[in-house]
């Protein structure tokens, strides 16, 4: 199945590093979301977006949508970026509402 | 404003042993989901309700039951629990069903199946 694939699985940088996280998809979609699962396991909702880019702070999102294509990128990383992070998609294809998830992201910053 | 609260956080269960494991949320979201994260896998929709009262399947509903009596709580429930069923199981709401918002997530409940 795997209509959502992420890369790398496991990325390790150094402090201050800028941190690229890319994830791909097959379907039409309504939206992409990422999202960060700390350590503790708590899940949080970073972006959601259709088109374009999103910035929030040291994270910004692009969506690229004839390539079904999305990053993620973390400038100046902190060793408290370190988590899991998410990318899932909604398409009209399973529901706008439901989200199809990929794998994730695992983001070890070393200060 | 607690968001999407989940009860209990860890249980440990004997194959066999049924339990209910509790959500609510206090946002008034009307779409409610139960996920579980198993290790190499993503997250995987086990049940879906858009409003109350209402419930769907989603990709791995087999050995579950769940029960959205009111628009803030949505239970899930395993009436015989397997190994295979030991896994984080993650409640979510969202705002509107049938438009994407953003999902707000539960702390996750650990369950483990002996």
């Known amino acids: 199945k795997n209509e959502v694939e992420q890369s790398p699985q496991n990325l390790t940088a150094q402090e201050g590093e800028f941190i690229t996280i890319n994830c791909s998809y097959s379907v039409g979609i309504s939206a992409l979301h990422w999202l960060q699962q700390h350590p503790g396991g708590g899940i949080v909702s970073l972006f959601m977006l259709s088109s374009g880019k999103k910035k929030h702070g040291r994270l910004i999102a692009t969506i690229n949508i004839q390539e079904k294509h999305s990053s993620l990128h973390i400038t100046a990383s902190h060793p408290r970026d370190s988590a899991v992070y998410i990318c899932?998609?909604?398409?009209?294809?399973?529901?706008?509402?439901?989200?199809?998830f990929g794998t994730g992201t695992r983001l070890t910053i070393i200060p | 404003n607690a968001g999407v609260t989940q009860t209990p956080k860890f249980q440990v269960l004997k194959t066999g042993q049924s339990m209910t494991l509790q959500c609510a949320q206090d946002?008034?979201?009307?779409?409610m989901y139960w996920y579980r994260q198993d290790p190499g896998m993503g997250l995987r929709l086990i049940y879906y309700s858009a409003s109350e009262g209402t419930t769907d399947k989603g990709e791995v509903p087999n050995g579950y039951n769940v029960s959205r009596l009111n628009k803030r709580e949505f239970s899930l429930r395993l009436e015989s629990a397997a190994p295979s069923q030991t896994s984080v199981y993650f409640c979510a709401s969202n705002l509107l069903a049938g438009e994407s918002y953003e999902q707000y997530f539960g702390p996750g409940t650990r369950l483990t199946v002996t």
């Open positions: 946002m008034n979201h009307n779409s």
């Open positions: 899932a998609v909604s398409s009209p294809l399973f529901g706008n509402e439901k989200l199809t």
